[in-house]
């Protein structure tokens, strides 16, 4: 009988921590992923590391280091590209353009146009041999700027995302590069939303169908080809509470332009609904203050630079718990942003919400000779 008892107790504990967590709808696409951007935490993820064909979505990584280039002032947006012969040829290939020509000088902002609203091929070689000076040397440049963010599953063959062994990625990496985009070059960001585009009098419309249908989402990029299917990363932000809130999705594998559209939207107003963003603390603000050995100051503040936002199943936000786990004994000198600990966050039932690195807010230089040994005399008595 004791036995029953505690085998049932235990069952009624696994089945609370489950509904905990909200369950995802069902999403008719190969692999998908849904991230808040906030929180930097997976609300819903299914086969989100498994290897796929990622079609035109590999212009978001052409994008970034097309975007790294005009800050790092190699381009800039009123600069005039040649369009060379490789460029031109993408009209054989069957994929999309912006119908480009030998004869013609586009500036380099007509070309980011171009390749993120018409997802023209043509344009992204362009832009591409600008940059890397060849495109072998600017895909190089992709694959090492995938490799020094940890993408284990990507790998690219060329900039346009048409089949080629060789070249995939996956929900996961994609979303990883999506991101990047939009927190380290929000100024170009505005391109993903921008929904139709006219270039030489050819007018083309963004292949986003959300951008017309949900006045939340703001971007990002469409994809399809025969073997990779049709694919769409989306990223929404709504009003909340706590601020605005902004989450991204990626679909991979869907039956059509409708799906892709619909099966993105059914994961964003899923992820607004069932979950709640809460700001535990904001950016450079103490977390806990802890003693210090040896140093000129007693003690240490350990926060984050970002603000530590958490996301949590609707309703759980009155019950979090948070512990923290830290370096102890703290010896200077302490650095600022020297990580000496973690926040971590958790349900009433103790689910695990997040771990964040906590770092130390302002430098504690060490002591004098005398506060140095005095201190090592308390630390050998400890």
């Known amino acids: 009988m004791r036995f029953l008892l505690t085998l049932a107790t235990l069952l009624c504990l696994a089945l609370t921590a489950r509904a905990q967590a909200p369950q995802p709808p069902e999403i008719a696409a190969r692999q998908y992923i849904l991230v808040d951007l906030a929180s930097q935490q997976v609300l819903a993820e299914r086969e989100a590391d498994a290897r796929a064909e990622p079609a035109s979505l590999t212009k978001l990584m052409t994008a970034y280091l097309v975007f790294n280039a005009i800050r790092d002032g190699k381009l800039s947006l009123q600069q005039e590209l040649p369009v060379s012969m490789r460029a031109w040829e993408e009209r054989k290939g069957g994929g999309s353009l912006m119908f480009i020509d030998t004869t013609m000088h586009p500036k380099v ?128 932000q709504r009003e909340a509470p706590g601020g605005p809130r902004r989450l991204l999705s990626v679909v991979l594998g869907t039956a059509s332009r409708e799906a892709r559209a619909a099966e993105s939207q059914k994961l964003l107003n899923w992820g607004y609904t069932a979950w709640d963003a809460l700001r535990l603390f904001d950016a450079g603000k103490a977390v806990a203050t802890v003693p210090v050995w040896k140093g000129s100051a007693h003690e240490a503040q350990l926060g984050s630079a970002q603000a530590i936002v958490v996301t949590v199943p609707r309703g759980e936000g009155g019950k979090l718990q948070t512990t923290i786990e830290r370096t102890d004994p703290l010896v200077a000198p302490l650095a600022a942003g020297q990580r000496v600990g973690t926040l971590k966050v958790s349900t009433a039932g103790g689910t695990k919400v997040a771990e964040v690195p906590l770092t130390v807010l302002e430098p504690v230089p060490l002591a004098g000779i005398f506060g140095r040994a005095w201190d090592s005399i308390r630390l050998w008595i400890k």
């Open 109 to 236: 902002e007509e070309l980011l146009q171009g390749m993120i609203v018409q997802s023209g091929n043509d344009a992204s070689v362009a832009l591409a041999e600008a940059v890397g000076g060849t495109l072998d040397g600017f895909v190089q440049m992709m694959n090492r700027q995938a490799q020094a963010w940890g993408l284990a599953n990507t790998q690219f063959r060329n900039v346009t995302g048409l089949t080629e062994s060789g070249h995939y990625s996956s929900a996961r990496d994609v979303a990883t590069v999506a991101a990047k985009i939009i927190t380290e070059h929000p100024e170009y960001y505005r391109f993903y939303s921008q929904r139709q585009y006219t270039y030489n009098r050819i007018k083309q419309d963004n292949r986003n169908l959300l951008l017309g249908r949900d006045p939340s989402v703001d971007g990002m990029k469409t994809g399809y080809t025969a073997a990779a299917g049709y694919c769409l990363v989306a990223s929404a």
